[in-house]
């Protein structure tokens, strides 16, 4: 795994800051929100990419982030997975609890 980078976003700020960073690294790598190649974008382009730093190339030829997003709360994944990248992620790569944690402190 030379070269590679997998992303970890937790909680509810990592994984609303983790889907902002895939907005942009999407529009930096010319990918479409389904993780397929821009068919705006050229050929030269396409091939001079470094998609393999952040994704991994499926059978199909799209592009599947490398990143992994949890939050106990799970209404932030949720949002990801009815957003616009829903069909970005695979579902394996989103991990939410059954109900929020705030508040579930310990009393003596």
Request: with cysteine.
């Amino acid at each position: 795994m030379r070269g590679e980078i997998c992303h970890l976003h937790l909680g509810q700020a990592g994984t609303q800051l983790g889907n902002a960073a895939w907005e942009l690294y999407l529009l930096e790598h010319s990918l479409m929100p389904d993780g397929s190649i821009d068919p705006d974008v050229s050929q030269e382009i396409c091939q001079r990419g470094s998609y393999e730093t952040f994704f991994t190339e499926t059978g199909n030829g799209k592009y599947v982030p490398r990143s992994i997003f949890v939050d106990l709360d799970p209404s932030t994944i949720d949002e990801i997975r009815t957003g616009t990248y829903r069909h970005l992620f695979h579902p394996e790569q989103l991990i939410s609890g059954k109900e929020d944690a705030a508040n579930n402190c310990m009393t003596p």
